[in-house]
């Protein structure tokens, strides 16, 4: 059993930044490829960016160039750096190990002015 948790999301205006981190149990952290996705109100879950245990990264177009993935595996640690927000990345966001049923309970980023 794997446990994650998100937090850091809230209320930022747009253009705003937010950092959102993901910590996971377990021991084997570190061979997890994880993804960050978001889910708006009445929308489908999306990917929004995936890191493989090997730090590779990749993301979706709506949010290239202005968010990050990371990872500290020394503290079990995936985080999304958001810049530049705007209105429409208004979402709950959730971590996921990719490949396993594990998710988070999700935190909530509202881009609002």
């Known amino acids: 059993?794997?446990?994650?948790?998100?937090?850091?999301?809230?209320?930022?205006?747009?253009?705003g930044s937010l950092r959102l981190s993901c910590?996971?149990?377990?021991?084997i952290f570190s061979l997890y490829t994880m993804g960050w996705y978001r889910q708006a109100p009445g929308k489908q879950r999306e990917s929004v960016a995936v890191?493989?245990?090997?730090?590779n990264t990749d993301y979706?177009?709506?949010?290239k160039g202005r968010f990050t993935i990371s990872r500290d595996?020394?503290?079990n640690t995936v985080y999304l750096q958001m810049n530049s927000l705007k209105p429409e990345d208004t979402a709950v966001y959730y971590c996921h190990i990719l490949g396993k049923i594990y998710w988070g309970q999700g935190t909530q980023v509202t881009v609002s002015s």
């Open 51 to 55: 890191i493989t245990s090997g730090g």
């Open 1 to 15: 059993q794997v446990h994650l948790v998100e937090s850091g999301g809230g209320l930022v205006q747009p253009g």
């Open 23 to 27: 910590v996971a149990s377990g021991s």
């Open 73 to 75: 595996n020394a503290k």
């Open 60 to 63: 979706e177009d709506p949010v």
